[in-house]
């Protein structure tokens, strides 16, 4: 599906939910998607994308960047702390912030480099064992704990358990971050998108919608 096609039905879902146009921002996730898939979006205007691993986005951003312009790349995969400085460098926002390890190396690099990348932090809505993020009961003292670093979250981030149904987990992020105060909300892929605007999402992160399904090098 086109990406003006994911643009028309994203903005037939803010209206639905009576929310500005404009409201949500559209992230196209482009890990593993041959270059030739990444440059065509690019070519038909879109500036926001997601990545999963340090080391791909490494390869290619800078080069794209210095070809197409300004571009923001967001981190959406799960970040190892030895990466935190390449990753603060590189992009423009982390979406997977779920430890306190974590959270003080970003608090030693912002400190050390004068600004940091907009922060997210995953919550493991579904409490699954083998999914990254804060379980929803630690949520609250892991906020306090980044406070206490000064390091500013700017929103909540989840990936609902695969086959269930993603609005009950749209839900509860929308209301663990009212609750902190927190306003970026960082939900939605390609097959829930829509619910995930109608609870309240200001990021959707869609990547086979957009550039069709990835095929991993095996
Ligand atoms: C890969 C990925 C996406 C995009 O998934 P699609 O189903 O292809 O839209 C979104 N969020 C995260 C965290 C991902 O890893």
């Given at each position: 599906m086109a990406l003006s096609d994911i643009s028309t039905r994203i903005a037939a879902a803010e209206r639905a939910a009576g929310r500005n146009a404009g409201a949500v921002r559209l992230i196209?996730?482009?890990?593993?998607?041959p270059l030739e898939r990444v440059e065509a979006v690019l070519e038909g205007g879109h500036r926001l994308f997601g990545e999963n691993y340090v080391q791909e986005a490494a390869g290619k951003w800078p080069d794209l960047r210095a070809r197409f312009g300004a571009v923001a790349v967001h981190m959406i995969g799960p970040l190892q702390t030895n990466k935190a400085k390449v990753a603060v460098e590189l992009f423009?926002?982390?979406?997977t912030v779920d430890r306190p390890s974590l959270a003080e190396k970003l608090a030693r690099l912002a400190q050390d480099r004068g600004r940091c990348p907009e922060l997210f932090v995953q919550v493991n809505t579904g409490a699954e064992p083998q999914k990254a993020g804060v379980l929803p009961d630690d949520l609250d003292a892991f906020l306090a704990t980044c406070r206490g670093m000064d390091l500013p979250v700017q929103g909540l981030m989840c990936i609902p358990p695969e086959?269930?149904?993603?609005a009950p987990h749209f839900a509860m992020l929308a209301g663990m971050a009212a609750r902190n105060g927190i306003s970026g909300l960082s939900m939605g892929m390609s097959g829930d998108f829509e619910a995930a605007i109608a609870a309240g999402a200001t990021h959707v992160r869609v990547g086979s919608a957009i550039f069709g399904a990835r095929t991993y090098a095996s």
């Open positions: 196209a996730v482009s890990k593993v998607q423009d926002a982390i979406h086959g269930e149904d993603s």
